[in-house]
């Protein structure tokens, strides 16, 4: 069970994660803009319990997308070995 501290951790990495995915499968421009105004406005990712692992994943391959200007989520080998390091280490 989570904490009410856990709860709101996995709520903004939540958010992070589905901002990246819409950001990467949206094909205006304007619109891809628009999300990422509105992902900037969120706090970095948080660090969540080991339990949350694979939402960790999710949320760092998200946030680094949204760096990205709204790249995929997994792009190339640079994000597979993030989401590997973040699966192992949880950061």
């Given at each position: ?14 958010q ?47 946030a ?13 080998p ?14």
């Open positions: 069970e989570l904490g009410r501290a856990e709860g709101a951790a996995a709520h903004r990495a939540g992070v994660w589905a901002l990246a995915d819409l950001a990467a499968n949206l094909s205006d421009a304007g619109e891809r803009q628009l999300v990422l105004d509105q992902a900037r406005k969120l706090p970095s990712a948080p660090v969540l319990p080991r339990a949350l692992r694979a939402l960790a994943v999710l949320a760092g391959l998200g680094t997308a949204l760096e990205n200007g709204g790249a995929p989520l997994l792009a190339g640079r994000s597979a070995l993030l989401a590997l390091r973040i699966g192992l280490a949880g950061r």
